[in-house]
């Protein structure tokens, strides 16, 4: 039986300084910098990763550059690249419990929500593997004419740069990976380096799979290196990132220059609208409410589809609030590897902080706190030195605070309240991003106008969060431009080309001379 090369016996002990993969090789940065990778939940380091630089980001796109050229990888019959997809599949299957495992400790999630990502990732190598071969003949196109044979087909678009965040690092890379390998690309990528070993990990299981040297090339390394040469680089034809607005828009400054595809997912400020008549029933409160927990605390609120914008009928707001702040407190936090742990901490100090700052400016401008609003007492399972936040509810919010424009990023959910059904989504499309949104209804009628309305590009009735690999991902408005996911994520990694066969040529006689 094939044993992990992560094996739970030895999770402590990580220590990938070579995860720099270049041309079918791993290696050290070239100036021979590392960085610690920290434990959120105690704030210790217990991993190392090479501290790439420019220099090995123009080694790895020349790597994936003679790869796409030269290599076999484009040529390969779309059945073949189906099938790597899809033992990559089997292999993170064979790996699920230590790359939980990692995810967590490099993430500061729970194992179980670890063990979620990994299925969520083999599903979408699957996914695109089954989606790839049912393309591969192209699309004919009817010419209007016998004697002409008309095809669109498509291409990959070449060498592909990938970038990815800290909060999901290994579902994030899969989302760009394997599309990008079923259109027949090559890549480079760039984790977030505060979250970088899982997509180390993926690269090597994807080596195990057979994937031809050059084809995948990982770079570990700050953005403001690694991420802008990338961004920039002139031999790179797409780049797709994940990660903040302010980022992203200078990612697609730099790709612009040489115009590049750009796919970009930028987070979103995510409306979760309650009606009253959702908890006319006692079983429709209790779900309406747990539904909401789950929406905006789920791995501390670091989500960008996080429904961090309760938006409640007026009627109902008292008693929802009231319950919702009473099983919020209740929360267990603690080391996400911890059994009976519900919420991990903060991914750093720095996020830790940026939340309190969001908290304190939310009070100064006139919101109440129902509940958290601190850092947490140190136990057993919640080390001193741990990012951690509590789970925290902010009544009396309104459109004027900084909390309610801006993503916090954090386990911070705000409380506005509506009137009127035009009230709520109006309420529910005032914000710059358009990523997510639900509507909690037992109306069916008033279910389907309302999520007609909102200006998200997922919305949810009666339910918040899942996601289907054959559903586009993406957003309106600044939350992002194209999408992952479905058959547009494919789309995005390929060039249609269209090919007109005149089977009965013959002189046209537009010139007579």
Same mark, same amino acid.
């Given at each position: 039986m094939r044993r992990s090369?992560?094996?739970?016996?030895?999770?402590?002990?990580?220590?990938?300084?070579?995860?720099?993969?270049?041309?079918?090789?791993?290696?050290?940065?070239?100036?021979?910098?590392?960085?610690?990778?920290?434990?959120?939940?105690?704030?210790?380091?217990?991993?190392?990763?090479?501290?790439?630089?420019?220099?090995?980001?123009?080694?790895?796109?020349?790597?994936?550059?003679?790869?796409?050229?030269?290599?076999?990888?484009?040529?390969?019959?779309?059945?073949?690249?189906?099938?790597?997809?899809?033992?990559?599949?089997?292999?993170?299957v064979c790996d699920r419990e230590s790359l939980g495992l990692l995810e967590s400790r490099d993430a500061g999630k729970t194992v179980e929500e670890g063990r979620v990502d990994v299925d969520c990732v083999a599903d979408a190598f699957r996914y695109f593997a089954d989606l790839?071969?049912?393309?591969?003949?192209?699309?004919?196109?009817d010419a209007g004419s016998d004697t002409v044979h008309s095809v669109v087909v498509y291409e990959p678009v070449g060498v592909c740069s990938l970038i990815t965040p800290w909060n999901y690092p290994l579902l994030q890379a899969s989302w760009k990976i394997a599309p990008a390998l079923a259109a027949g690309n090559?890549?480079?990528?760039?984790?977030?380096?505060?979250?970088?070993?899982?997509?180390?990990?993926?690269?090597?299981?994807?080596g195990e799979a057979g994937l031809p040297a050059g084809v995948a090339n990982v770079v570990t390394g700050p953005g403001e290196t690694v991420g802008a040469r990338l961004a920039e680089h002139p031999d790179v034809d797409l780049v797709s990132f994940t990660g903040g607005l302010v980022s992203?828009?200078?990612?697609?400054?730099?790709?612009?220059?040489?115009?590049?595809?750009?796919?970009?997912?930028?987070?979103?400020?995510? &409306?979760? +609208?309650?009606?009253?008549?959702?908890?006319? @029933?006692? #079983?429709?409160?209790?779900? /309406?409410?747990?539904?909401?927990?789950?929406?905006?605390?789920?791995?501390?609120?670091?989500?960008?589809?996080?429904?961090?914008?309760?938006?409640?009928?007026?009627?109902?707001?008292?008693?929802?609030?009231?319950?919702?702040?009473?099983?919020?407190?209740?929360?267990?936090?603690?080391r996400g590897t911890e059994s009976g742990v519900?919420?991990? &901490?903060? +991914?750093?100090?720095?996020?830790?902080?940026? @939340?309190? #700052?969001?908290?304190?400016? /939310?009070?100064?401008?006139?919101?109440?706190?129902?509940?958290?609003g601190k850092r947490p007492e140190p136990s057993d399972v919640r080390p001193a030195t741990g990012y951690f936040y509590e789970p925290t509810v902010l009544d009396q919010c309104h459109r004027g605070m900084r909390v309610v424009r801006e993503e916090v990023f954090g386990p911070v959910?705000?409380?506005?309240?509506?009137?009127?059904?035009?009230?709520?989504?109006?309420?529910?499309?005032?914000?710059?991003?358009?990523? /997510?949104?639900?509507?909690?209804?037992?109306?069916s009628g008033r279910a389907r106008r309302v999520a007609g309305r909102l200006r998200h590009g997922t919305v949810w009735i009666n339910d918040f969060h899942p996601?289907?690999?054959?559903?586009?991902?993406?957003?309106?408005?600044?939350?992002?431009?194209?999408?992952?996911?479905?058959?547009?994520?494919?789309?995005?990694y390929r060039e249609p080309k269209h090919v007109y066969e005149n089977l009965s040529a013959a002189p046209v006689r537009w010139f007579r001379g």
């Open positions: 090369r992560y094996g739970t016996e030895g999770i402590h002990d990580v220590s990938v300084q070579h995860s720099i993969h270049v041309g079918g090789e791993w290696r050290h940065a070239l100036s021979g910098a590392t960085r610690d990778i920290i434990d959120p939940s105690d704030a210790k380091p217990f991993a190392q990763v090479a501290e790439g630089g420019a220099e090995d980001v123009d080694e790895a796109v020349a790597a994936a550059r003679a790869a796409f050229e030269d290599g076999p990888w484009r040529r390969t019959s779309v059945a073949e690249r189906a099938a790597l997809l899809r033992r990559t599949a089997d292999l993170l790839v071969r049912g393309e591969a003949a192209g699309r004919v196109v090559t890549f480079v990528i760039k984790p977030s380096e505060i979250t970088p070993l899982t997509t180390v990990a993926l690269i090597r299981l994807l992203g828009t200078k990612v697609a400054r730099a790709a612009a220059a040489g115009v590049k595809k750009v796919a970009l997912e930028l987070g979103g400020k995510n &409306p979760n +609208v309650v009606f009253a008549d959702a908890c006319a @029933t006692s #079983e429709g409160f209790d779900t /309406a409410v747990d539904q909401a927990l789950n929406a905006a605390f789920i791995h501390s609120g670091q989500v960008c589809s996080a429904g961090s914008r309760l938006i409640i009928e007026e009627s109902v707001r008292e008693r929802f609030v009231a319950e919702l702040a009473r099983r919020a407190g209740k929360i267990r936090l603690g519900e919420c991990g &901490p903060l +991914v750093s100090e720095q996020q830790r902080a940026r @939340t309190e #700052e969001y908290v304190a400016s /939310a009070i100064g401008e006139g919101a109440v706190v129902r509940c958290g959910l705000t409380v506005e309240t509506f009137l009127t059904e035009e009230e709520a989504v109006a309420l529910g499309n005032d914000t710059e991003y358009g990523l /997510a949104g639900a509507v909690w209804t037992s109306d996601y289907l690999p054959q559903a586009e991902w993406g957003g309106f408005g600044k939350s992002g431009v194209g999408r992952e996911l479905g058959p547009s994520g494919l789309a995005e």
